[in-house]
C-alpha cells in the first residue's frame, strides 16, 4: 500500500523561505509522476508543481520563479523549495503520486505566510 507522508510546514514571514519534503513508502510498479498541490480555506484544491519520472517538471503561473519542485528516486522522495513566500501562498499542502491508475495523497502540511 502507498502511503505519503509531507513534513516541512510551518508559520514563515512573508518574504521568507520553506522547504517542503514527502516521504513515499510502498511501491509502484508504473510510471509516475509526483507533486504538490494545496488548499487554501474556501478555495478549490489546485496544483502548485509537478515533477515527471523523466524530470521535467511544470510549474502554475503564481509559484513561477519562487518555487523548485525536485524528486529523488532512489529515496522516494519528491522536495518543494519555497522562496519569496507570500500571504496568499497560506494553504495546506498536499503531496501527490499521479500514476495511470490513480492519484494518490498525503495527509497535508500547513503552510501559513503571515507577519
Known amino acids: 500500500q502507498v502511503q505519503l507522508v509531507e513534513s516541512g510546514g510551518g508559520l514563515v514571514q512573508p518574504g521568507g523561505s520553506l522547504k517542503l519534503s514527502c516521504a513515499r513508502s510502498g511501491s509502484i510498479v508504473s510510471i509516475y509522476t509526483m507533486g504538490w498541490y494545496r488548499q487554501a480555506p474556501g478555495k478549490q484544491r489546485e496544483l502548485v508543481a509537478i515533477i515527471s519520472s523523466t524530470d521535467s517538471t511544470n510549474y502554475s503561473d503564481s509559484v513561477k520563479g519562487r518555487f523548485t519542485i525536485s524528486r529523488d528516486n532512489a529515496k522516494n522522495t519528491v522536495v518543494l523549495q519555497m522562496n519569496s513566500l507570500k500571504p496568499e501562498d497560506t494553504a495546506v499542502y498536499y503531496c501527490?503520486?499521479?500514476?495511470?491508475?490513480?492519484?494518490?495523497w498525503g495527509q497535508g502540511t500547513q503552510v501559513t505566510v503571515s507577519s
Open positions: 501527490a503520486v499521479i500514476t495511470t491508475r490513480r492519484t494518490y
